[in-house]
T-cell receptor
């Protein structure tokens, strides 16, 4: 059974304090790993797709990286508007996404 | 704005009732996926339709059913509702049959009293 585990569950940072979120996965034949951002009561917003180990993608203060067993979402000099839950997911069976429980990130001004 | 629309935004109903949630995918997308998000379960895949045909099934209860119409919009029907069905229901769409990025709608919040 494919599994996705995210850590930490919650993270509180000061504005400007960089950190990383972790997503560990077990899947037979990775076909894609996805990062989403979700604000309370809203739909997940797509951030990145990674397909192979060593791949990196960046968007503003966020950078996602992928190894054979985990992915990291690095956040550099975060701002309060970066506060959200960050979700990681892998493709299972070429169709459905299997999501982790998410990391709830809070950035204090 | 992902381009995926869902109606209604909120729904309050009673146990035993039946409701229909509606989803319109992004222009050009052929696949529609339904997910349920509750506090204790996280985001759970329910079902996928591709170009009108059921493509994959997840943890969908027998009381729930879905369909995709020729114009590619989809409806999720929930019947004999129970308190535990209260959750956020999201629709997502993608261009092809699966494996590529899915774009999510704003969701329907269902409250069963």
């Amino acid at each position: 059974e494919d599994q996705v585990t995210q850590s930490p569950e919650a993270l509180r940072l000061q504005e400007g304090e960089s950190s990383s979120l972790n997503c560990s996965y077990t899947v037979s034949g990775l076909r894609g790993l996805f990062w989403y951002r979700q604000d309370p009561g809203k739909g997940p917003e797509f951030l990145f797709t990674l397909y192979s180990a060593g791949e990196e993608k960046e968007k503003e203060r966020l950078k996602a990286t992928l190894t054979k067993k985990e992915s990291f979402l690095h956040i550099t000099a975060p701002k309060p508007e970066d506060s959200a839950t960050y979700l990681c997911a892998v493709v299972q069976g070429a169709q459905k996404l299997v999501f982790g429980q998410g990391t709830r990130l809070t950035i204090n001004p | 704005d992902s381009g995926v629309t869902q109606t209604p935004k909120h729904l309050i109903t009673a146990t035993g009732q039946r409701v229909t949630l509606r989803c319109s995918p992004r222009s050009g997308d052929l696949s529609v996926y339904w997910y349920q998000q509750s506090l204790d379960q996280g985001l759970q895949f329910l079902i996928q339709y591709y170009n009108g045909e059921e493509r994959a099934k997840g943890n969908i209860l027998e009381r729930f059913s879905a369909q995709q119409f020729p114009d590619l919009h989809s409806e999720l029907n929930l019947s004999s509702l129970e308190l535990g069905d209260s959750a956020l229901y999201f629709c997502a769409s993608s261009p092809l049959a699966g494996g590529e990025t899915q774009y999510f709608g704003p969701g329907t919040r269902l409250l069963v009293l």
